[in-house]
C-alpha cells in the first residue's frame, strides 16, 4: 500500500499534528530548549559549590562536582521536543537549538582565553564560540533529523534509536578534525548509579546508556500528555527487575576488583601548583623568573618519593635557560643514593628539529632523563589548522606548530610504580590512554595529568577538566596525579574519588600519597585492542535493525 502523506514527509500519523512543542507555542519551546542546554552544561560540574568546602554540591578543595541525574533529566526535555516535532527538519533545528546553548554554555571560557589573554575582540571571540557550538552542534542536529525518520512514535526501538544516534554523534565530536568531546554527557556521571559503568564501557557507552535513560523518561512523559496507552504493567516490572539484576551485577564485579588490596607499595608524593599569573607566565620580567625560582626552591625542598611540576612549569626551552639551571633543578633526583624522582613539564626542541610540549622525569643513577612528549595536540594551541592562519593572527597568544610524540610511549618506573603522563587534554581521549593497556605486566599503574588551564581564568573548565581525569581513573581503575599551574591540582585515587587536593589559585605544594594497581579493566582491553569500533558498530547495527524494521512495516501497509 501507498504511503500516506504523513510519512512521506516523515511525520507519523499517530503524533497530534497540531502538537507544537513543549507548552503547545513556538517561544515556549525555544526557551524550554536553550534552558535544557544550559542545564545540560552546568551538568557537568556544577560551578557555584567552588569555595564552598566539602558540601553534597563540593569535592574536597572546594571543586564543583558532576549532578548525575540532571544530565538525563536535561536530555529528556531535547527528546520530548523532538517526538513533537512535526517533520525531521523541524527535529534538526530544535536539536541545534538545544547543542548550541548546551555546548556554548560548556566551553564558553574559550572567550577567556582569546579575549582577555589573547586580545581577540569581544565581539569576534564571543562569535568564535558560538560559532564552533553550532558547528559541533551540527552533528546533533543531524543525528535528530535521522531519529524523527527512523523512529517517528514513542516506543522501546525508538529509544535505542535515539541513544545510538546520540552516542555516533558523541563519538563523531571526539574523531573529527582531532575532536573536541569536551563535555560529553557521560561525563556526568563519574559518580551515581552509571558509575559502575565506565570499567565495561567507557565513557561513551556510559552516554548512550544516559541517552537511553533520557529516551523513556521523554516517551513517559510524551504518552502521559496525549493520552496514549501507558506500557502494561507487568512489562514496566519485568523490564525493572532486569535492569535491577544487571545494575547489581555491574556493580558487585566493580566491588570485587576496586577492594581488592593492591600488591604495590605505593609512594608519597608531591604535586607542585606554582599559580603563575597567565598574562605573565611567558614574560622575561615577570612570570619567567617567577616561576623558575619559585619551581626551582620547591624541587630542591621536597622531601616526597615524588615531585610533579605542571605542563610548562619551566617555561622556556633547556637552550634559553640560565646556564646549569637544570643541572642545579636535577642535581637531587639524580644523585645514585637518591630516594626521590620528579617529573617536570617543559618545552623542547629546537628550530631545525621542531618544538615538543613534553615532561622530563629524573630519577636515581639515571643522567639521560625519561621523555614523554605530547601526542594530541590542542588546535590553535600547539598546531594552527589549515586556512586558519589569518585567525591567529588576530589574536596574541604564543602560538606554535608542535611536533606530535609517539602513541602509547613507555611508562617511567619508579618506586616499584609505572608512572604513565599526560599532558593538558590528553586525558580528554580515553581511546588514546588505552594504547598503554595492551600488556597487563607493562601497563601503567599510576596516571599523571601536566596541565595549565590558567588559559581560561576562574571558570568551570577547572571543574569540567577534574570530572574528564575522574572518568580515566573509572576506565582503568588507575589512580591520577594532577600536577597543574592554578588548579585542579589533586590526588585521584583508582575509585575516582579526590583524596587529597589543593584550592585553585594557590601558589602551594600538595602532600600525599598514592597507591597504584595493576591489573586490566574491560574496557582497557577492547579499546587497546579495536578502539572505539566495537561501540561504533554496535550503534550502526541498531540502526540498521531499525530501519529495517521500517521498510518492512511500510512494505506491509
Known sequence: MAQTSAEAQGRSPTLPAHDRGPGGHVWAWRLGLLLAGGLQALSLAWPWARGHGAGWLSLEGGYGRPLWWLQPLSLAVLVYALLGARTPRQAAGRAQLYATAWLAATFWWLFISMHTYGGLAAPLAVAAVLALAAFLGSYYALVSWCFRRLAPAPSAQAAIVFASLWTLAELARGWLWTGFPWGAGGYAHVEGPLAVLPRWTGVYGTGWVAAWLAAWLAMG????????????RKVVLLSALVLAVVWGGLWLGRQQATDAPSALPGMSVELLQGNIPQDEKFEMGSGIPLALNWYAQQLHASTAQLVVAPETAIPLLPQQLPQGYLDLVRAPFVKPQGGQAALVGIPLGNFEQGFTNSVEGWKPGQMQPYLYSKHHLVPFGEFIPPLFRWFTDLMNIPLGDFNRGNLGQPSMTWAGERLSPNICYEDLFGEELGAHFGNAAAAPTVLVNFSNIGWFGDSVAIDQHLAISRMRALEFERPMLR???????????????????????????????????????????????????????????????????????????
Request: aromatic share 6%.
Open 221 to 232: 512523559a510524551w504518552r502521559a500528555r496525549n493520552g496514549a496507552r501507558p506500557l502494561r
Open 483 to 557: 600536577a597543574t599551574n592554578t588548579g585542579a591540582t589533586v590526588v585521584i585515587d583508582h575509585r575516582a574519588r579526590v583524596v587529597h587536593a589543593l584550592a585553585p589559585f594557590d601558589r602551594a605544594v600538595l602532600q600525599g600519597r598514592v597507591q597504584g594497581r595493576e591489573g586490566l579493566t574491560p574496557y582497557a582491553h577492547w579499546v587497546h585492542a579495536l578502539g572505539l569500533a566495537p561501540l561504533t558498530l554496535l550503534c550502526l547495527a541498531a540502526l540498521l535493525v531499525a530501519w529495517l524494521r521500517r521498510d518492512r512495516g511500510q512494505a506491509k501497509a
